[in-house]
Nanobody, 116 residues
Framework: VQLQESGGGLVQAGGSLRLSCAAS????????MSWYRQAPGKERELVAS?????????SYADSVKGRFTISRDNTKKMVNLQMNSLKPEDTAVYYC?????????WGQGTQVTVSS
């Protein structure tokens, strides 16, 4: 099982970024996917999740509701996080996450920095 994030970078407050996570090594459509983030000196926190297959159920942390959108493309085996109206407090390393056959797997993370 491998997860590879991309799309991070430096953006001004109010801007947008789109993160992507490419998955391999498992039947992607069968598993829920999540994005987490970890800011310096803080614990890793759940940002957004999407259910398996059609991804009919999505959930978000209160801090990102209305600004972030999680989506998945089962054909491409990718999960995306569209981040709009970014704030300096969104600055963190963002990680893709999957729990496959009881084993939690993380990507290497991608840095998002929002300047004020």
């Amino acid at each position: 099982v491998q997860l590879q994030e991309s799309g991070g970078g430096l953006v001004q407050a109010g801007g947008s970024l789109r993160l992507s996570c490419a998955a391999s090594g498992f039947t992607f459509s069968n598993y829920a996917m999540s994005w987490y983030r970890q800011a310096p000196g803080k614990e890793r926190e759940l940002v957004a999740s999407i259910t398996s297959a059609g991804g009919s159920t999505r959930s978000y942390a209160d801090s990102v509701k209305g600004r972030f959108t999680i989506s998945r493309d089962n054909t491409k085996k990718m999960v995306n996080l569209q981040m709009n109206s970014l704030k300096p407090e969104d600055t963190a390393v963002y990680y893709c996450n999957a729990r496959v056959r009881g084993i939690v797997t993380w990507g290497q993370g991608t840095q998002v920095t929002v300047s004020s």
